[in-house]
């Protein structure tokens, strides 16, 4: 039930994306934070369905659990601090001066 680690993809995958047009007309930021919010929404149900399965009895390693745990705080994390920038960068653009 040891399931492989997957690869990470880098925010600039994103926007390569953007360039080709495979992300039908989103523009970047909207599909950064689709995705950041994906992957938050993905980790929790791992991390749900870990903890029932640990609550049950079925899950034979607990360190399973702690997997998906951290990924879930990681996923989490991220999305809020992408959340801070992009409400830091709208602070700077709404003080700009025209």
């Known amino acids: 039930m040891i399931q492989a680690i997957e690869k990470l993809n880098p925010v600039g995958s994103l926007l390569k994306e953007e360039k080709t047009g ?3 007309g989103a523009n970047p930021f909207e599909s ?19 903890e029932y399965l640990l ?4 899950l ?14 990681l996923s989490v994390s991220l999305l809020v601090q992408l959340r801070n920038k992009a409400l ?8 700009i001066s025209l």
């Open 55 to 58: 609550a049950t009895g079925q």
């Open 60 to 73: 034979d390693n607990p360190a399973e659990l702690m997997t998906a745990l951290t990924k879930n705080e």
């Open 88 to 95: 830091d960068a709208y602070s700077e653009l709404a003080r």
């Open 22 to 24: 495979s992300t039908n």
């Open 32 to 50: 950064i934070f689709r995705s950041a919010v994906e992957q938050v929404k993905q980790t929790d149900a791992e991390k749900n369905q870990a």
